[in-house]
């Protein structure tokens, strides 16, 4: 197969705008205890999460950056250049027409609350540091699920809140972990009564306009038991000169017989550093499952996991990841069976385009004595230039006798007879290269909700653009 | 020109470098840089991605010595019991030689060269110079290399012509004995254009003492040859061992190399594995038995340095007891190698709840026109298996072990030489019906 230069710009050209605003709210650039007192005092925060903050501050100053085993581009990041803090407002607007003009129009171009008209349970658009629009339809209000911001969550549900917050992923479970414990910012709380069944997804949209800015989204989710919930989340960021980070913490928590679907589709510029946590707790009979398709970003680290705590819970963690040319996608996942009888699948399948790399990473963890654990992984990837890299490196834990773990990867290209078969019938290299890779991906995609899919396929499309000839 | 060095038996390993025998300048040199090395180097940490699940703790190099003269060498060559009947035949014994059978007159006409390392540094010292230990330790365990370069290396250097086709095995034997005695055993094998040999490394202990082990191959294919390595180690179950192999394939040449665990208290296998022409293959294989609480932690890499070459290896690891097993291994494709490829999978069957299997099977690829693929199942003796074995009147333990010995059948099927390939399943089939009565 040919190099050629890969056109990664065009599929950003959607997200590639930003707006001057005027931000009322700005912690300026650096991360001191003062940074953590302005973010407190401006959101009027209880004296725990204060607290609560700077601990985690000293475990992030204290932790070395993680260098024995993962990329040397995390040492570019410039901590004390970042801005940690930036708002419009506190409160997040109800309705549309209150959401000022700039931050509108950011959503409307990006197609949010068309979308929320057409299909969602509910949806929140973050902007920079907080949430500048959020609602949940009055449907799904009135059986009791509350969908708000974190800030919102914390404030006005503590007994639900302070419950489970932090206790999925520790402060001090990574460098990154611990950051955005200092500084967390906006995220989702949602909370699922006992028995609701939400019928469409909640989704959340997280916008950076700014430069030079760190966006610290928490999240924390739970399914009371035997509900059922899925919660898309999309991300874009404008192109610009200097490194953005986004560094997100998700804790989601499926009680007794819960089922809580993750889904997310990360879309940032190349100049963002995504480095993000995310764990799912799963009880007795519970299901925690993670969709995640990663495409852009300069640098993601992103290892979903599930803990699977209550006997025939379940985990599963599905990933396609697409890196361009100058990308890194260091993905993968992480299992850890905790008692008897509990299965986890992980389906990872990544594509490398140009001088692209995409790195699996997986943790499988079999404790002694439990009995009838089950995994299975699966690691595709798919290499399309001869400059391209794909890395597999997982890990695997089983202790005793009772439990089964089975993993396999393969790396492969797009078969050249294939291509050609294709041009024979009138498809250009360039729409044989794509239907090819969308073949690849097929059996994935179909798992996400239809209009995820036709913009998976159409991002991959133009991802694959201009990768050959 | 000779240098002779003072000999050190009973010297604490961590004291120094010098040995007793006859090695020439450059040789002496070389150890002395390796000492150097060793103390500079830094000890493997917990943290270390190299080290992941292994067990650090258990590399205290403190009281082994470099050990006297082994109190009954004739014993020990009586009681070298291996293939029958074998092309040559040395015995070592504390590092020292106990008795060499010399290949027959015709394999030595047609220029053989199996002979000690010691002598070989000056009768073949451009060819030694140029291979031994000529790659770097990549694995991990840096440190210990520099250690077995500055010890008293004890083995054989084996050059087989081109064209040479040696039908018998090569047979040698290593072994230790004494409480805290450390051993340094080397192999250097070089396969000229074109010729095919079969070496075995038998590694014992003559008795059930605590014994450090600190083992170096270097396997060298030329283009065209065909080298089978066999290692088999029985060391005491008080032994720490490092065993650390390294291969270079030529164009169109083939080494099959197999390590079998048997015994050891903490042994760590490094297997380098490099292709670096056209239609070059390597096929890595082991089998491992963990019992009690042993670790058996193995490293390898596979590394393709042109297009057109293939790597396969298929590690078969069996745990009882509170036995560990680590597999770290990694398939690398340096840019431009199109056309690998290479294969990797590692097998582990769980036969205790306190057993443990950690599997890291990894690749690394940096060209797109491969076949790369590989696989890591952990799982126990299946329950209906084990019903319809016993349903047709065989004992469950016979059934458990005739279970384990057809798993294992797989990895021993590989080796073509079928007097070599009873003689190992026989010693596997012994060690497993010990542990699976342990």
Same mark, same amino acid.
């Given at each position: 197969?040919?190099?050629?230069?890969?056109?990664?710009?065009?599929?950003?050209?959607?997200?590639?705008?930003?707006?001057?605003?005027?931000?009322?709210?700005?912690?300026?650039?650096?991360?001191?205890?003062?940074?953590?007192?302005?973010?407190?005092?401006?959101?009027?925060?209880?004296?725990?999460?204060?607290?609560?903050?700077?601990?985690?501050?000293?475990?992030?100053?204290?932790?070395?950056?993680?260098?024995?085993?993962?990329?040397?581009?995390?040492?570019?990041?410039?901590?004390?250049?970042?801005?940690?803090?930036?708002?419009?407002?506190?409160?997040?607007?109800?309705?549309?027409?209150?959401?000022?003009?700039?931050?509108?129009?950011?959503?409307?171009?990006?197609?949010?609350?068309?979308?929320?008209?057409?299909?969602?349970?509910?949806?929140?658009?973050?902007?920079?540091?907080?949430?500048?629009?959020?609602?949940?339809?009055?449907?799904?209000?009135?059986?009791?699920?509350?969908?708000?911001?974190?800030?919102?969550?914390?404030?006005?549900?503590?007994?639900?809140?302070?419950?489970?917050?932090?206790?999925?992923?520790?402060?001090?479970?990574?460098?990154?972990?611990?950051?955005?414990?200092?500084?967390?910012?906006?995220?989702?709380?949602?909370?699922?009564?006992?028995?609701?069944?939400?019928?469409?997804?909640?989704?959340?949209?997280?916008?950076?306009?700014?430069?030079?800015?760190?966006?610290?989204?928490?999240?924390?989710?739970?399914?009371?038991?035997?509900?059922?919930?899925?919660?898309?989340?999309?991300?874009?960021?404008?192109?610009?000169?200097?490194?953005?980070?986004?560094?997100?913490?998700?804790?989601?928590?499926?009680?007794?017989?819960?089922?809580?679907?993750?889904?997310?589709?990360?879309?940032?510029?190349?100049?963002?550093?995504?480095?993000?946590?995310?764990?799912?707790?799963?009880?007795?009979?519970?299901?925690?499952?993670?969709?995640?398709?990663?495409?852009?970003?300069?640098?993601?680290?992103?290892?979903?996991?599930?803990?699977?705590?209550?006997?025939?819970?379940?985990?599963?963690?599905?990933?396609?990841?697409?890196?361009?040319?100058?990308?890194?996608?260091?993905?993968?996942?992480?299992?850890?069976?905790?008692?008897?009888?509990?299965?986890?699948?992980?389906?990872?399948?990544?594509?490398?385009?140009?001088?692209?790399?995409?790195?699996?990473?997986?943790?499988?963890?079999?404790?002694?004595?439990?009995?009838?654990?089950?995994?299975?992984?699966?690691?595709?990837?798919?290499?399309?230039?001869?400059?391209?890299?794909?890395?597999?490196?997982?890990?695997?834990?089983?202790?005793?006798?009772?439990?089964?773990?089975?993993?396999?990867?393969?790396?492969?290209?797009?078969?050249?007879?294939?291509?050609?078969?294709?041009?024979?019938?009138?498809?250009?290299?360039?729409?044989?290269?794509?239907?090819?890779?969308?073949?690849?991906?097929?059996?994935?995609?179909?798992?996400?909700?239809?209009?995820?899919?036709?913009?998976?396929?159409?991002?991959?499309?133009?991802?694959?653009?201009?990768?050959?000839? | 020109?000779?240098?002779?060095?003072?000999?050190?038996?009973?010297?604490?390993?961590?004291?120094?470098?010098?040995?007793?025998?006859?090695?020439?300048? #450059?040789?002496?040199?070389?150890?002395?840089?390796?000492?150097?090395?060793?103390?500079?180097?830094?000890?493997?940490?917990?943290?270390?991605?190299?080290?992941?699940?292994?067990?650090?703790?258990?590399?205290?190099?403190?009281?082994?010595?470099?050990?006297?003269?082994?109190?009954?060498?004739?014993?020990?060559?009586?009681?070298?019991?291996?293939?029958?009947?074998?092309?040559?035949?040395?015995?070592?014994?504390?590092?020292?030689?106990?008795?060499?059978?010399?290949?027959?007159?015709?394999?030595?006409?047609?220029?053989?060269?199996?002979?000690?390392?010691?002598?070989?540094?000056?009768?073949?010292?451009?060819?030694?110079?140029?291979?031994?230990?000529?790659?770097?330790?990549?694995?991990?365990?840096?440190?210990?290399?520099?250690?077995?370069?500055?010890?008293?290396?004890?083995?054989?250097?084996?050059?087989?012509?081109?064209?040479?086709?040696?039908?018998?095995?090569?047979?040698?034997?290593? #072994?230790?004995?004494?409480?805290?005695?450390?051993?340094?055993?080397?192999?250097?094998?070089?396969?000229?254009?074109?010729?095919?040999?079969?070496?075995?490394?038998?590694?014992?202990?003559?008795?059930?003492?605590?014994?450090?082990?600190?083992?170096?191959?270097?396997?060298?294919?030329?283009?065209?040859?065909?080298?089978?390595?066999?290692?088999?180690?029985?060391?005491?179950?008080?032994?720490?061992?490092?065993?650390?192999?390294?291969?270079?394939?030529?164009?169109?040449?083939?080494?099959?190399?197999?390590?079998?665990?048997?015994?050891?208290?903490?042994?760590?296998?490094?297997?380098?594995?490099?292709?670096?022409?056209?239609?070059?293959?390597?096929?890595?294989?082991?089998?491992?038995?963990?019992?009690?609480?042993?670790?058996?932690?193995?490293?390898?890499?596979?590394?393709?340095?042109?297009?057109?070459?293939?790597?396969?290896?298929?590690?078969?690891?069996?745990?009882?007891?509170?036995?560990?097993?680590?597999?770290?291994?990694?398939?690398?494709?340096?840019?431009?190698?199109?056309?690998?490829?290479?294969?990797?999978?590692?097998?582990?069957?769980?036969?205790?709840?306190?057993?443990?299997?950690?599997?890291?099977?990894?690749?690394?690829?940096?060209?797109?026109?491969?076949?790369?693929?590989?696989?890591?199942?952990?799982?126990?003796?299946?329950?209906?298996?084990?019903?319809?074995?016993?349903?047709?009147?065989?004992?469950?333990?016979?059934?458990?072990?005739?279970?384990?010995?057809?798993?294992?059948?797989?990895?021993?099927?590989?080796?073509?030489?079928?007097?070599?390939?009873?003689?190992?399943?026989?010693?596997?089939?012994?060690?497993?019906?010990?542990?699976?009565?342990?």
């Amino acid at each position: 197969m040919s190099d050629a230069q890969t056109q990664l710009e065009i599929d950003r050209e959607k997200g590639n705008f930003r707006y001057d605003v005027d931000y009322e709210f700005d912690a300026g650039t650096g991360l001191t205890e003062k940074t953590i007192d302005y973010i407190s005092g401006v959101k009027g925060e209880p004296d725990w999460i204060r607290e609560f903050r700077k601990d985690a501050l000293k475990k992030f100053l204290e932790k070395p950056m993680p260098t024995h085993w993962a990329s040397k581009d995390l040492e570019n990041i410039i901590f004390d250049n970042i801005r940690y803090y930036l708002a419009q407002g506190q409160k997040p607007k109800r309705s549309w027409d209150e959401v000022p003009d700039e931050v509108k129009k950011t959503f409307e171009r990006l197609g949010i609350p068309e979308q929320e008209r057409k299909f969602l349970a509910g949806v929140e658009a973050q902007f920079d540091s907080e949430a500048a629009y959020s609602n949940i339809k009055e449907a799904v209000g009135k059986q009791g699920v509350i969908f708000v911001g974190s800030t919102e969550g914390l404030k006005e549900h503590p007994e639900i809140f302070r419950k489970w917050f932090g206790k999925v992923i520790p402060t001090g479970d990574n460098k990154f972990s611990a950051l955005n414990s200092a500084v967390f910012s906006g995220g989702s709380f949602i909370y699922v009564p006992p028995g609701v069944k939400v019928s469409h997804p909640l989704q959340a949209y997280f916008r950076i306009n700014a430069e030079n800015f760190g966006q610290f989204e928490r999240t924390l989710i739970i399914a009371d038991e035997g509900s059922e919930v899925t919660y898309m989340e999309g991300c874009t960021a404008p192109k610009f000169d200097t490194a953005t980070l986004h560094s997100a913490v998700v804790e989601l928590v499926a009680l007794k017989g819960a089922k809580i679907q993750y889904i997310t589709v990360q879309n940032w510029s190349n100049n963002v550093f995504n480095l993000v946590t995310k764990r799912g707790l799963a009880m007795e009979d519970a299901e925690v499952k993670w969709i995640d398709c990663n495409i852009g970003s300069r640098l993601t680290m992103k290892y979903p996991g599930v803990v699977m705590k209550g006997r025939r819970a379940r985990g599963e963690v599905i990933s396609i990841a697409l890196a361009g040319d100058g990308q890194h996608q260091d993905t993968g996942a992480k299992m850890i069976h905790a008692a008897d009888e509990t299965t986890s699948n992980i389906v990872s399948k990544s594509i490398s385009v140009g001088t692209g790399r995409a790195t699996y990473r997986g943790l499988v963890n079999v404790p002694r004595h439990l009995k009838g654990c089950k995994n299975n992984t699966e690691c595709d990837a798919l290499l399309i230039n001869s400059n391209s890299r794909t890395d597999t490196y997982p890990a695997i834990t089983v202790r005793g006798t009772g439990n089964a773990c089975q993993h396999e990867a393969s790396v492969s290209q797009v078969s050249e007879e294939q291509i050609f078969y294709m041009q024979q019938r009138g498809l250009t290299e360039a729409q044989a290269m794509s239907l090819s890779v969308n073949g690849f991906v097929n059996d994935l995609v179909r798992q996400f909700p239809m209009e995820y899919s036709v913009e998976l396929k159409r991002l991959i499309d133009l991802e694959m653009e201009g990768s050959v000839g | 020109m000779i240098m002779a060095t003072a000999p050190v038996s009973g010297v604490p390993l961590m004291e120094g470098a010098l040995v007793e025998g006859n090695w020439p300048e #450059w040789f002496v040199a070389s150890r002395q840089r390796g000492w150097e090395d060793f103390q500079r180097l830094p000890a493997p940490a917990a943290k270390d991605e190299k080290w992941r699940f292994s067990n650090v703790k258990a590399l205290a190099l403190d009281g082994f010595r470099y050990p006297a003269a082994v109190t009954d060498a004739s014993a020990l060559v009586e009681r070298s019991v291996g293939l029958g009947e074998s092309a040559a035949r040395f015995v070592f014994g504390n590092n020292r030689l106990l008795s060499a059978t010399a290949p027959a007159a015709d394999l030595v006409k047609a220029g053989l060269v199996v002979m000690t390392l010691e002598e070989a540094a000056t009768k073949h010292a451009d060819l030694v110079q140029k291979h031994f230990m000529a790659q770097e330790a990549k694995l991990g365990s840096a440190k210990y290399a520099a250690l077995h370069r500055s010890g008293p290396v004890s083995g054989v250097f084996i050059r087989v012509p081109k064209d040479l086709i040696v039908e018998k095995p090569i047979e040698i034997f290593h #072994w230790v004995e004494g409480e805290n005695s450390a051993v340094f055993p080397h192999t250097l094998v070089v396969c000229e254009r074109h010729s095919k040999a079969t070496v075995v490394d038998c590694f014992r202990s003559a008795d059930d003492a605590a014994a450090f082990v600190c083992g170096v191959n270097d396997l060298v294919v030329e283009d065209g040859a065909k080298l089978n390595y066999v290692g088999v180690q029985q060391w005491s179950a008080g032994t720490t061992a490092f065993h650390l192999n390294s291969t270079t394939v030529g164009r169109d040449a083939s080494c099959l190399g197999m390590q079998v665990n048997l015994g050891g208290k903490f042994v760590r296998n490094e297997s380098y594995s490099r292709m670096v022409a056209e239609g070059a293959r390597s096929d890595m294989l082991s089998v491992n038995i963990a019992s009690n609480e042993q670790m058996i932690d193995q490293r390898t890499f596979q590394d393709h340095a042109k297009p057109n070459a293939t790597s396969d290896l298929l590690y078969q690891n069996a745990l009882t007891g509170k036995g560990r097993t680590v597999f770290s291994g990694v398939i690398r494709v340096e840019p431009g190698a199109h056309k690998t490829d290479a294969y990797q999978k590692v097998r582990n069957i769980v036969l205790s709840d306190d057993a443990e299997a950690n599997s890291m099977p990894g690749l690394e690829i940096e060209a797109d026109d491969v076949r790369c693929t590989h696989g890591a199942t952990t799982a126990q003796v299946d329950d209906r298996e084990l019903f319809y074995l016993q349903a047709r009147g065989i004992r469950p333990e016979t059934a458990r072990q005739l279970l384990v010995m057809g798993f294992f059948n797989t990895v021993l099927d590989r080796l073509s030489d079928t007097t070599l390939r009873g003689h190992i399943e026989t010693l596997v089939d012994k060690r497993l019906a010990t542990a699976l009565r342990s």
